[in-house]
């Protein structure tokens, strides 16, 4: 519901003083999602993926380089699909970053460089 992937039964919250029930549409802009499933393309490499988020989203071209790389050295440095998709969801700096289980089957060492890119 906070996602807005599914519809709200009762309740609200906030995000930038917008409203999730009224203004959903205008919230996804600042919130990063990484679900627990694998939601990449198989077609295309890790820095494609970012790339292409980072066109979707808005990032001004000069600045997607930089992006990408800063979310690469982070988290994606060993490949793992998980860190892929938590950098997807930092990518843009949102206000409100949801993961679910990104630690899932990260080693200690990739589990500490996360939670450092989070902070």
């Given amino acids: 519901m906070l996602t807005g992937q599914k519809a709200i039964t009762s309740g609200d919250d906030f995000v930038k003083v917008l409203s999730i029930s009224s203004d959903v549409g205008k919230i996804r802009r600042w ?10 393309l198989n077609f295309i490499t890790g820095r494609e993926m970012l790339v ?3 066109r979707i989203w808005g990032i001004p071209k000069h600045h997607i380089t930089a992006c990408v790389d800063q979310i690469l050295e982070d988290l ?3 490949g793992n699909k998980q860190k892929l998709s938590t950098g997807i969801a930092l990518i843009r700096k949102p206000a409100v970053i949801f993961l679910d289980e990104p630690f899932s089957g990260m080693d200690p060492t990739a589990w500490h460089l996360l939670w450092n890119a989070v902070a």
Avoid: E, K, N
Avoid at 31 to 40: H, R, S
């Fill in 76 to 78: 994606v440095s060993s």
């Fill in 52 to 54: 292409m988020y980072a």
């Fill in 31 to 40: 919130i990063g999602y990484c679900p627990q499933f694998d939601a990449l």
